[in-house]
């Protein structure tokens, strides 16, 4: 049996972090996350790093210069300090590493 990655939404129940949002929707890879985003709009997007298909950060540059309005918190299991940067310059309004906590989230 071949183990998979928990992603964002296996890591985060939204209801932990805060009652007034609601889990609209996940993705399992960059490409799909990209097209839910922008049909559906969210407030606010948490996003892992390592995505296939189109890495987060490849995935939230595109949004950005798309003019896509939404708050959006990336969880990293990479030290990897260009990835930081780049957050930053995408002005990304968390950078949480993994493994996390709920509570973690409250603060963003």
């Known amino acids: 049996m ?3 990655k928990n992603t964002a939404a296996d890591t985060v129940n939204p209801a ?20 839910l985003i922008s049909a559906l709009r969210p407030n606010l997007v948490i996003m892992d790093i390592e995505l296939p298909r189109m890495n987060g950060m490849s995935m939230l540059k595109k949004l950005r210069a798309e003019a896509f309005d939404f708050k959006v918190v990336v969880l990293s299991g990479t030290e990897n300090f260009q990835y930081a940067k780049q957050a930053i310059e995408l002005s990304v309004d968390g950078y949480i590493m993994k493994p996390i906590r709920p509570i973690q989230l409250k603060r963003h």
């Open 16 to 35: 932990k972090v805060d009652s007034d949002y609601e889990l609209v929707g996940t993705a399992v890879n960059g490409q799909s996350g990209y097209e």
């Open 2 to 4: 071949r183990k998979t």
